[in-house]
T-cell receptor, first 112, second 114 residues
């Protein structure tokens, strides 16, 4: 079993839809969780950072962490064509860069 | 503007050749990282350096080498010992050991073996 799993997609939605992206993990010690957005042939950029459990909201983006289920989610409201990208989750039991584990990413297409 | 610059954007390597990928940052960050990205797989750590003149192997260091002679530079050499080097290579940096909200990534180098 991989340490972090994501549905690779592609996920296609119409503009304005609510998008739900998810990652499951196996290491119950993980407590630092991040979501990155990566446009084609570009480097990842940080979208959301969450420590431990709970929700965090930033504009159209909401990150949720459910440590009891070992499950994290990223919700995108009012999705736009510019949201079309690959979304990577990353997580670690500490905040040391060398220990972060990345998911394979979900490719999202928002159709106008 | 501060950031991380990776060059070249595209690189082609013949079988048996060593090639070096450049990563330069002007963010005054202490720590730098090299990742490899393959389709369907998460980013995998090749090497990291927390301070000048010191670096550590990551999960997939075999066939790669690095140096950290200057704070702003962390070049990666893909040697002929790396049997499957075709991939997208990403460099990242952080102010200290913490990754959290502080990590910046470069725009990547696509390496192809021809």
């Amino acid at each position: 079993q991989k340490e972090v799993e994501q549905d690779p997609g592609p996920l296609s939605v119409p503009e304005g839809a609510i998008v739900s992206l998810n990652c499951t993990y196996s290491n119950s010690a993980f407590q630092y969780f991040m979501w990155y957005r990566q446009y084609s042939r570009k480097g990842p950029e940080l979208l959301m950072y969450t420590y431990s459990s709970g929700n965090k909201e930033d504009g159209r983006f909401t990150a949720q962490v459910d440590k009891s289920s070992k499950y994290i989610s990223l919700f995108i409201r009012d999705s736009q064509p510019s949201d079309s990208a690959t979304y990577l989750c990353a997580m670690s039991d500490d905040n040391y860069g060398q220990n972060f584990v990345f998911g394979p990413g979900t490719r999202l297409s928002v159709l106008p | 503007d501060g950031g991380i610059t990776q060059s070249p954007k595209y690189l082609f390597r013949k079988e048996g050749q060593n090639v070096t990928l450049s990563c330069e940052q002007n963010l005054n960050h202490d720590a730098m990282y090299w990742y490899r990205q393959d389709p369907g797989q998460g980013l995998r750590l090749i090497y990291y350096s927390q301070i000048v003149n010191d670096f550590q192997k990551g999960d997939i260091a075999e066939g790669y080498s690095v140096s950290r002679e200057k704070k702003e530079s962390f070049p990666l050499t893909v040697t002929s010992a790396q049997k499957n080097p075709t991939a997208f290579y990403l460099c990242a940096s952080t102010p200290g050991q913490g990754f959290g909200t502080e990590a910046f990534f470069g725009q990547g180098t696509r390496l192809t073996v021809v």
